[in-house]
């Protein structure tokens, strides 16, 4: 009888050791990052030619306006930005992370490299462009949220210029994108912005 009630308990203990790795590996842990890559490229594929087109579009900003502003600014970054400016501009927007569409500009600010002020908003905008306010002195954080990686309004990595009399004009390119869209010929994407299934 004893022998029978130890030979059904290591049945049991037996039988739950390996239960417990069984249901562990049904899915319970996240995938890695090649596994989700693999499960992913079919749809890569599909959307291969839209996605670099778009990369490739993001590597620059163009916004061109007309009010009553006067500004000139050249910037190497956020950091490196020389230039004042004073304003209220409607402007059409090609700008940075997919900002397309038009909206009003209200501004003044004066940077020599490192020291400087500024006071800036974007209002009455259209769906696409982002409306915020960014106020500061000295130099601009690369840690809050108007600069974020993914989703920020603005670029602090930028590199261009903005010059305007009545008609107001901004260039920039975007190193960061440059790099992401070389990477997205081998399908890599570091900016997380790739058109998927899940866009639509």
Request: hydrophobic share 45%; net charge negative; glycine share 10%.
């Amino acid at each position: 009888m004893k022998f029978k009630k130890l030979l059904l308990g290591s049945a049991v203990l037996a039988g739950l050791l390996f239960s417990f790795p069984l249901q562990g590996a049904e899915g319970t842990a996240p995938k890695s990052s090649t596994q989700e890559f693999f499960d992913r490229l079919p749809e890569k594929i599909v959307f291969y030619i839209p996605n670099r087109i778009l990369d490739a579009l993001d590597m620059f900003t163009l916004n061109l306006g007309v009010g009553a502003v006067a500004e000139a600014r050249l910037m190497f970054t956020r950091a490196v930005d020389v230039g004042a400016g004073w304003g209220t501009t409607a402007k059409l927007y090609k700008a940075h992370n997919r900002q397309y569409g038009c909206g009003i500009e209200e501004m003044w600010y004066y940077s020599l490299i490192c020291i400087g002020e500024e006071h800036y908003s974007m209002i009455a905008n259209s769906p696409w462009v982002d409306n915020y306010v960014e106020m500061r002195a000295g130099v601009p954080d690369p840690t809050v949220r108007t600069y974020d990686f993914f989703s920020g309004s603005r670029d602090y990595w930028a590199i261009g210029g903005s010059l305007g009399l009545l008609i107001d004009g901004d260039l920039y390119i975007h190193p960061m994108e440059w790099v992401d869209f070389a990477l997205g010929f081998f399908l890599i994407d570091i900016k997380q912005d790739d058109l998927t299934l899940d866009s639509f």
